[in-house]
């Protein structure tokens, strides 16, 4: 089996693909990109946002479903599971080290932990700042769990993708996955942030299965603001979570929203993210929204 290198000497031929745009650069996979029959999630959204906690209590809502769950951390911070896990698990890169890059030698334990009410927890993890490819370690990632079985004994795989970065590494997830889901908040830089993805979902949309899902707003009381970009362009409004304290003390408490002490408030986000996941296994219309300019976006948002 061929050693797997993160450094940048040893990463996949990058070329312009067909279809993805004049110019555009993007990470060839050696992997197949079909995963299965798992239902495959696309997590993204600006840094900051939230990405994380909505994937980890979505994971968590899917499990109390009855589903089989993956969630895979696509972040260098390598903290996507945490409060699935409640720790920093050990990444595939840190892995692969200590066996000097020769993925033969891993056990399924090795890299993969189980997570709060049965959620598998991989976390990526990447190659030192400046240097190497992330979205190669992504499929890496995915080359590792189609080899010990795991992701065909899946029922969903979720993804969650480092910040508002669109390049050709870290929009890697996009070629595996079914659905394209940005996580927003009720502001401009969020929303900026969203226009960028919805356009390289449109790219990878060419070459590849993923469509965008639809949009989960959080941290935001109002979403007056969402509301006028996805009326404008197309999207959909998949859920809305405020910004709770609730929320915030999970992450503190580094444990997932269905491990709380009960409260009235604590239930009608519990109940949110189960409405979510049953939306999305029954199967969400794909959407191609045309992305605006950046002027337009100027444009567009702000108060009357």
């Known amino acids: 089996m061929t050693a797997v290198d993160p450094r940048p000497r040893s990463l996949p031929v990058v070329g312009s693909l067909p279809g993805d745009g004049e110019g555009s650069l993007q990470v060839h996979d050696e992997t197949n990109s079909k995963v299965g029959s798992a239902l495959i999630l696309a997590v993204y959204g600006k840094g900051g946002i ?3 906690t909505t994937s980890s209590n979505l994971s968590a809502a899917f499990a109390h479903l009855g589903k ?3 969630q895979i951390g696509c972040d260098p911070k390598h903290d996507s599971t945490f409060t699935l896990t409640r720790r920093m698990v050990p ?5 692969l080290e200590s066996v000097d890059f020769h993925p033969e030698e891993l056990r399924t334990e090795d890299f993969v932990f189980e997570g709060y009410h049965g959620v598998m927890c991989v976390e990526a993890g990447g190659p030192p700042a400046g240097t190497g490819c992330g979205g190669y370690v992504v499929g890496q990632t995915v080359k590792l769990l189609k080899e010990h079985h795991l992701l065909e004994d ?3 795989v979720v993804f969650d993708v480092l910040g508002d970065v669109v390049c050709g590494g870290f929009a ?14 009720n502001d401009f830089d969020s929303i900026f942030a969203m226009n960028r993805i919805v356009q390289a979902i449109g790219a990878k949309a060419k070459n590849y299965g993923v469509r965008l899902g639809g949009v989960v707003v959080n941290r935001s009381a109002a979403t007056d603001q969402v509301h006028r970009y996805t009326d404008k362009v197309g999207m959909n409004i998949l859920a809305h979570f405020p910004d709770l304290d609730v929320v915030r003390r999970s992450r503190l408490k580094k444990c997932t929203l269905f491990e709380m002490e ?3 408030e604590l239930e009608a986000v519990q109940q949110e993210y189960l409405k979510l996941a049953r939306t999305l296994l029954a ?4 959407v191609a929204p045309a992305a605006l300019k950046d002027r337009e976006i100027f444009d567009l948002l702000g108060f009357d």
């Open 283 to 286: 199967g969400t219309e794909p």
């Open 154 to 156: 899946s029922d969903v």
């Open 50 to 52: 939230g990405k994380s």
């Open 91 to 95: 990444t595939v890169i840190d892995v």
């Open 172 to 185: 890697a997830p996009l070629q595996h996955a079914d659905r394209g889901i940005i996580v927003t908040a």
């Open 68 to 70: 089989r769950v993956i």
């Open 262 to 264: 009960p409260s009235p």
